[in-house]
Every structure is written in C-alpha cells, then in structure tokens.
C-alpha cells in the first residue's frame, strides 16, 4: 500500500525517480523495489518521502508497522507495581545479569540484618529515630540541605558516567530520604519526600538510560508515589511526560502525544510541565508526519517555558529540583532541530541543531552526545557524508562514557543512513568506531 501510494504521489507532483533520489538520498533502484514492494521502506526513508512529497504524515500512515515495532510495543504493556511509601525499608537485590530488582520490609526485619543497620539509625547528618510512639525527633534541615547538594553533585555525574554507575547511587539516595521522612518534624516530612521524589525520578532517567524501561517506569511511579506522599501532585503530571519519552523512542507517535496532551489537562501542572509536555508532544506529532501540529506544540512550549523562566528568576533556573533537563539554553530550539528530522526536513534540522549544539555547555557531554549524534544523522540524511562523520569522529570519543541507550538508537540510525555510502573514505574509516558504541552494553 505505502509503494503504491508514493508511486502515485510522485507522478501526480510530476517527478521522476532520480528527483526523488535527488531529494531524499536513496538510490533510485532502491526507490523502484519500494514502489512495487520488492522492498519494505524505513522509517527515514517513509519520513523522507512524506516530507518531499508534501504529504503531511497521510503518506507515512501506510508504512508497514516492522516486527522489532511491534516487540517493542508489546515489552511495554508489561509493568511493574511500586512499593508503598509506607513500606519502611526497600532492599536492592542484584542478578549475575545485573538485574536489581526491589521489595518493601518492615522496620523489625530490617534491623534484625546488620548490612541494614545503618538504615535504622538513621543518617547522623540531622536525621534522628523513631521514638516510641511514632513521636519524631530532630531537626533534619541540614540533612535535607545536604540532600540537595548531592543531588545536584548527582546530576552533575549523569553527563560524565554510564547511567548504570548512577541509577544504585539515586536509589540509595531515595531510600535514605525516606528514613529521614520517618523520623522528621511534620513540615520537614514533607519536604524529605518530594526530595526523594526528585532522586526517584532521575533514577528512572538512569534506568532508561541503560536500557531498561520496565525499571524506568517502576521507578517513575515511585516517584510519583513519594511525591503525592509530599503533598506534590505536580510529579504525577510530569511523570506522563517521562513515560511520552519511552513511547517517543519507541516511535510510537499516537500514544506519544495522547500521553503529552493528557499532562497539559492536568490541574496541577506548572508552566514548566506544561511547557515540557508540549514540546514532547511536538515530538509526538513530528514522528507521525504532522508539521503543522508540531510547529503549533513547539510554539506553546516555548510560552509556557518563558512564563516558567520569569517565575523561577535567573537564581533558581538550573536549581538541582528542576524537572527536566537543566543543561540545555533553548530546549525549544533543539526539541525543533530534532522534530525536523523525523518530520524529514533533514537540511533544516542539520542547520538549527549545527547552531544549538553550539551552545550546549562543555560540562554537558551526556546532552551534547545526545543531540551531537542527532545533528549528525541529520547531516548524513541530508546527503552531507562528509560533515556527517566528522561531527561524530570528534563526538564519540567524548561521550563514550556516558553509555546511553537512547543515543544508540540515533546511532543504529547514523550507521544504517552512512552504510548508503559505504564506499566513502570517510565512512570506511568512522565505521570501527560506530560499531564499538554501537556494539557497547
């Protein structure tokens, strides 16, 4: 259907096969096997398409759904229940695989195991034990003081390491807030909760990052746990914001926006949430063809951004709590640069992310191989091999630490679009290095 469909588009707009080559950079023996369907076509080259031949995502829509698409969706129906917040003590278990996994205990069993104990006797840094009673003890301001440092420290780390080395450390964190909830004053309770909301949901950031969604979203909704536990009802609207990146990366774009759009409905979120949502909801729209929509989401993300930047002031704008990324100065600019690509207009997007990424921060290696890899797949989509594999000759090197399964999946792309050209020097000599990253776990 989709072969038949583009067959038909092109004649109708009067353009040969070699002008459809010209403009979405697939061989044009490539383009005929698509259009009597010898060959099922790509994503990029379902998008190029689309996008050449003014289609507005209707020609996309015909594009056959791919078996590893259909996994992929399947994977995430299964989920997995958080622990109460009343449960007292979390204990982490770990596989031979690495697999961890969670389960709540009560207090008594807890302490009766001395690799515990310190979990008991609270954290010497303000947080004092229960008493008898329930009746809490202590101020526990300084450790809470302390907490934020950390998880802006935290944060900080995310850029720099594999995610797999982060996610125990947020855990941890998570877990230790919550003891220190138990045993602090009442107005202080509350904020050691939201606290450990925070360190939830980065930690459901680190999960994704090392590729294991279902971990993700277990501890996403833990953190909305913790935080309604917190009197922040605002963390449940984020958290379909966070699970709208699962389904962006999945490209699932119908259930991407359903999910960004029903965080925009929520009563309780702020400009930032909204703004966020809206821009993931761009996204949404971009991976299924839809221009206008997308342009209409980024220009609401961008009001609603604004309004938040005006309200938090320059002090509190890159604060360790913020939801969302604090490394990037114009997330609507980059969110635009990405949407493009999937929307197919590859030598826009090149142009606005050559100028985003060059003012993403040194600091930001983790957010600079994210997009970098992007503004790469750009060039190569764009037929420019040669600007292609230098950005990601100088790129990958740096972010090899940072071990990202979202980025690979920008850089199973890269591969796939310069294997086209593979009798390119360039790309003969980057290719070693594509298949290392691609190839690290």
């Known amino acids: 259907m989709f072969g038949a469909e583009l067959r038909r588009r092109r004649q109708e707009a009067g353009m040969t096969l070699e002008e459809l080559n010209r403009r979405v950079h697939f061989s044009k023996s490539h383009l005929s096997k698509v259009e009597t369907g010898a060959k099922n076509p790509s994503q990029d080259l379902v998008r190029a398409c689309d996008a050449a031949l003014g289609a507005d995502g209707r020609l996309?829509?015909?594009?056959?759904?791919?078996?590893?698409?259909?996994?992929?969706?399947a994977d995430r129906a299964d989920q997995a229940e958080p622990p109460s917040v009343d449960q007292e003590v979390w204990l982490?278990?770990?596989?031979?695989?690495?697999?961890?996994?969670?389960?709540?205990?009560?207090r008594r069993t807890a302490l009766s195991l001395s690799a515990l104990g310190v979990l008991g006797a609270g954290?010497?840094?303000?947080?004092?034990?229960?008493r008898p009673g329930g009746e809490a003890s202590g101020d526990a301001q300084p450790a809470l003081a302390s907490f934020r440092v950390q998880l802006g420290e935290l944060r900080n780390m995310g850029q720099h390491v594999a995610p797999s080395m982060v996610f125990p450390i947020a855990a941890?964190?998570?877990?230790a807030l919550r003891q220190l909830a138990r045993s602090a004053p009442p107005a202080q309770r509350k904020a050691a909760l939201r606290l450990a909301a925070r360190f939830a949901e980065y930690a459901g950031w680190m999960a994704q990052e090392s590729g294991a969604e279902q971990?993700?979203?277990?501890?996403?909704?833990?953190?909305?746990?913790?935080?309604?536990?917190?009197?922040?009802?605002?963390?449940g609207e984020y958290a379909l914001v966070r699970r709208a990146l699962m389904t962006m990366y999945a490209h699932d774009g119908p259930q991407t926006v359903a999910l960004a759009q029903r965080a925009q409905r929520g009563r309780a979120s702020s400009p930032r949430v909204l703004g966020l949502a809206a821009k993931r909801e761009a996204q949404?729209?971009?991976?299924?063809?839809?221009?206008?929509?997308?342009?209409?989401?980024?220009?609401?993300?961008?009001?609603?951004?604004?309004?938040?930047?005006?309200?938090?002031?320059?002090?509190?704008?890159?604060?360790?709590?913020?939801?969302?990324?604090?490394?990037?100065?114009?997330?609507?600019?980059?969110?635009?640069?990405?949407?493009?690509?999937?929307?197919?207009?590859?030598?826009?997007?090149?142009?606005?992310?050559d100028q985003e990424c060059a003012s993403l921060p040194g600091s930001a290696v983790r957010a600079r191989t994210r997009f970098g890899v992007r503004r790469a797949l750009a060039h190569a989509l764009s037929g420019e091999v040669e600007n292609s594999c230098e950005i990601a000759t100088e790129?990958?090197?740096e972010g090899k630490g940072v071990d990202s399964a979202t980025v690979r999946l920008d850089l199973r792309r890269l591969h796939q679009t310069l294997a086209r050209h593979h009798g390119h020097r360039s790309v003969r000599e980057l290719s070693p290095t594509l298949v290392t990253a691609l190839s690290a776990v």
């Open 60 to 73: 996309a829509a015909l594009a056959p759904v791919t078996t590893a698409e259909r996994a992929d969706q």
């Open 92 to 106: 982490m278990s770990m596989t031979p695989s690495g697999e961890t996994g969670f389960a709540g205990m009560d």
């Open 123 to 130: 954290l010497g840094s303000g947080a004092a034990p229960d």
């Open 172 to 175: 941890v964190q998570t877990n």
């Open 215 to 235: 971990r993700a979203l277990w501890w996403t909704d833990t953190a909305v746990s913790l935080a309604g536990a917190g009197d922040d009802s605002e963390m």
């Open 284 to 353: 949404g729209h971009a991976l299924v063809g839809d221009l206008v929509s997308c342009e209409r989401s980024l220009e609401r993300a961008r009001e609603h951004l604004a309004a938040d930047r005006a309200t938090r002031g320059d002090s509190e704008a890159g604060g360790p709590e913020i939801l969302g990324s604090r490394n990037v100065s114009d997330p609507v600019g980059v969110t635009r640069g990405w949407c493009l690509v999937d929307l197919g207009r590859v030598e826009e997007a090149a142009a606005i992310l």
């Open 395 to 397: 790129l990958l090197p």
